[in-house]
């Protein structure tokens, strides 16, 4: 190979950072985020199992009440999708029964 063509065939370094710049840009991007979005618009619907009512109720209203804060500050959607939160009462559901009564929540949500 000749030094002419070596020359010609050989990139400045300055050359190559703006071209890695641009695509590395390209890739991070939101070009890229459409093919691994959720492919679902369903809502995401979250269950708050908590005693509502009894010595301990303050801290369960204090539970949802900072939930509720928190996803009004970003706008009650995450990843284009909508947030529900569904408050459970804990207290009605009798020691004997938490199994089958935790498997129904888990179905629900």
């Given at each position: ?108 949500i």
């Amino acid at each position: 190979m000749t030094k002419s063509r070596a020359s010609a065939l050989s990139i400045s370094r300055r050359k190559f950072m703006a071209g890695t710049g641009v695509a590395g840009a390209a890739l991070a991007s939101n070009f890229a985020a459409p093919g691994i979005l959720a492919q679902t618009r369903a809502p995401i619907r979250l269950g708050n199992l908590n005693s509502f009512t009894g010595a301990i109720a303050y801290a369960a209203e204090a539970n949802l009440n900072a939930m509720n804060l928190y996803f009004d500050s970003i706008g009650w959607t995450v990843a284009g999708r909508k947030i529900e939160i569904s408050p459970l009462e804990r207290s009605v559901i009798p020691p004997e029964r938490t199994s089958s009564s935790l498997r129904r929540t888990f179905r629900f949500i």
